[in-house]
């Protein structure tokens, strides 16, 4: 929504407008990247499912009505399929763009792929006018998620159409100076699967009534470029037409979705979130068992070669260290002290390994993983059993005791500050995420571990994302939800990583001519970093986790982080930098807006603006997420205050209501 063509505050004819934005659903896939981001960042949405029995109808009262007097606009923005989801008055196709064939050479219409699978039925004539009548009532904006085929004479003849895959379009000028000024220009489109086309897209001519924001050049045309995202200002109305789609790959639309958001609300709404990337590397003073590529095992199992552990050394840690500061980013390193004594022990004395880190110890940050790195959940069986829990007479479960939990995270955090490390107690990484619920062979947590977490003062342990996706309380401590980077423990070689990768995910991934070297920095480095940067561009806060070996040897783990921070350095501009939150920080995140998220879940959010003024109210205790234009102030009974800080362009944060006023008030500049 324009905010600024709203009339002032003051007179009684100023519309109060809801802090909500209506998502008109056709089950496709732009529809619901938009969507997901809306969630991940906490904005309230009201979903309309198209095809869903007893859905709500969209008419007059549904979208206004009045309130204390004023008239009210119940949805700040409306987001629509575009082509398959809104159909004009006329008969066309809302947001539609006329389809030719890659080249140009004649009308494609239906030969155009269906993206996002099944759609269920369009809006009908009566709906999409009480829409445009809406929007011309409020000045409120309108996405088109999926412009697809059909007349919409103002972005004239389309100058081609076909599979976008591995090819980068570009910020305008007029993008950079509007909603997507936080990117640095390049909008690059997946190529993963050759034989798949994964974004299929329109490269429009502009009309008068267009602005381009993202474009590119149009194949086989050097000098001539078509929009895929642009403004369309026509009739009173002012909408967002995206001329792609995405099936298979969201890249491209988490890229954008910051600036789609910003351009529907006018730069003002809730929710509010800023991009961090966290790498916290697993078993450091320890050794990880090496996979053996010629018996496809891991050695030390039954039947495996017995080959010589992984470990890092002096050199790995300097070039850690350097790497570090070089890059600008700092390494979590979960340090077990009991492995560096029992190197020390079997070398007589000598760890330089231990010996580096710990003089180097300022250049990283360092996260208890237990003294000995011992397994904390139930006692295994043996032989074939060993992916059960063994029983005692009783027919009991036997856990790991809490006193042996205790005095394991207890010791670590001795053993670090006696050589100073900058080690927190409250922050914890079992191995293997042990203790928690493994199903199935380990269905609940170790009962034991929660009360071992309280007596140490653990208020923050990490989790595995994909069994524990949600953050959740364990005693005194909360979840923090980690993803694997894709790297094995056994792999402290390229050969090592590309053949354990092959063996359980299939032999595609050994690079051309089944060359594991050149399978690694060519298959599997750009989609693990490319699955990172999801993450990230998801606004999800999670870390990330590998291991101690992944640092030495070979040292696969660099080229994937360069390619991860690479990327994202140069997708977007200086003024929305790459977080490198830690633990502490994430599961704080991770928190309140599982707390927000409850709270609009349960309506007990009310957010509206009237004129400049903006006013939240929420359940006491909980903090609310703001995206407003800097210069925005939040106003106490006690004076004023900014509310955020500049990210992206705008004031982004987290802010609490003012305990007299029992709100949250902001006064827009």
């Not at 139930?378 to 992916?387: E, H, K, L, S, T």
């Not at 080229?559 to 690479?566: F, I």
């Not at 009237?610 to 109210?617: P, S």
Request: aromatic share 6%; hydrophobic share 40%; net charge positive.
């Amino acid at each position: 929504m324009s905010f600024a063509a709203v009339p002032n505050a003051r007179t009684a004819d100023t519309p109060r407008v809801d802090l909500r934005v209506l998502v008109v659903d056709d089950g496709g896939e732009p529809v619901a990247a938009i969507a997901e981001h809306l969630a991940a960042i906490g904005t309230p949405v009201t979903a309309v499912r198209l095809g869903e029995r007893g859905r709500p109808r969209i008419d007059a009262e549904f979208l206004a009505g009045a309130e204390e007097g004023r008239p009210r606009a119940r949805y700040q923005a409306v987001v629509v399929p575009g082509g398959g989801g809104a159909r004009e008055p006329g008969g066309g196709v809302a947001g539609a763009v006329p389809a030719v064939a890659a080249g140009g050479r004649g009308p494609v219409g239906a030969a155009a792929p269906v993206l996002g699978g099944a759609r269920a039925p369009a809006l009908g004539r009566a709906e999409t006018a009480a829409l445009a009548a809406y929007e011309r009532r409020f000045g409120i904006r309108q996405v088109d998620a999926h412009a697809a085929a059909g007349p919409l004479p103002a972005l004239g003849a389309p100058a081609w159409s076909g599979r976008l895959d591995g090819r980068t379009a570009r910020v305008t000028p007029a993008g950079r100076a509007g909603p997507f000024g936080y990117l640095a220009g390049p909008v690059p489109f997946a190529d993963l699967d050759p034989r798949a086309a994964e974004t299929y897209g329109r490269l429009v001519r502009p009309g008068p009534d267009f602005t381009p924001y993202v474009d590119a050049a149009v194949p086989g045309k050097p000098r001539a470029r078509g929009a895929l995202v642009g403004e369309y200002a026509d009739d009173g109305r002012r909408r967002l037409l995206v001329t792609f789609g995405a099936p298979g790959d969201r890249l491209a639309y988490r890229l954008l979705a910051r600036g789609i958001v910003d351009w529907a609300t006018g730069g003002v709404h809730l929710g509010a979130a800023r991009y961090g990337f966290a790498v916290q590397v697993d078993g450091v003073l320890a050794r990880d068992a090496r996979w053996d590529p010629d018996g496809d095992c891991t050695s030390g199992t039954p039947g495996c070669a017995d080959l010589p552990p992984i470990r890092m050394n002096r050199g790995d840690a300097a070039y850690a260290r350097d790497w570090s500061a070089r890059r600008d980013f700092t390494l979590d390193l979960v340090y077990s002290g009991g492995a560096a004594e029992r190197h020390r022990r079997a070398h007589g004395g000598a760890d330089a390994l231990a010996d580096r880190l710990i003089t180097d110890r300022e250049a990283f940050r360092w996260i208890n993983g237990t003294y000995d790195r011992a397994p904390l959940g139930c006692v295994r069986g043996r032989g074939g059993d060993a992916a059960r829990c063994a029983r005692d007479a009783a027919g009991e479960v036997r856990w790991t005791p809490e006193r042996r939990i205790a005095l394991q995270i207890e010791e670590n955090v001795r053993w670090g500050r006696a050589r100073n490390l900058p080690v927190r107690r409250d922050e914890l990484v079992t191995a293997g995420h042990t203790g928690l619920a493994a199903p199935p062979g380990q269905p609940l947590d170790n009962p034991d571990l929660a009360p071992a977490l309280g007596t140490t003062g653990v208020r923050w342990l990490a989790a595995d994302r994909a069994r524990d996706p949600l953050s959740r309380r364990v005693g005194t401590a909360s979840t923090v939800p980690r993803y694997g980077l894709g790297l094995f423990a056994g792999a402290g070689t390229e050969r090592e990583q590309i053949d354990a990768h092959a063996y359980r995910y299939g032999e595609g991934s050994r690079g051309e001519d089944g060359d594991p070297a050149g399978g690694y920095r060519s298959y599997l480095v750009p989609r693990a970093a490319r699955a990172a940067l999801g993450h990230v561009l998801a606004a999800d806060p999670a870390p990330h986790h590998l291991h101690q070996s992944n640092l030495a040897e070979d040292r696969i783990a660099y080229p994937l982080l360069d390619r991860v921070l690479t990327d994202y350095r140069r997708l977007f501009t200086s003024g929305t930098p790459l977080g490198n939150p830690r633990p502490r920080a994430i599961a704080r995140d991770l928190q309140r807006r599982a707390v927000w998220a409850e709270a609009v879940r349960n309506g007990k959010v009310t957010a509206y603006r009237v004129g400049g003024t903006v006013t939240v109210r929420a359940p006491a205790g909980v903090e609310v997420p703001v995206t407003a234009p800097p210069g925005t102030r939040q106003r106490f009974s006690r004076g004023d205050a900014e509310v955020g800080r500049p990210y992206a362009g705008r004031a982004a944060g987290w802010t609490r209501a003012d305990p007299v006023r029992e709100r949250v008030v902001l006064r827009l500049p």
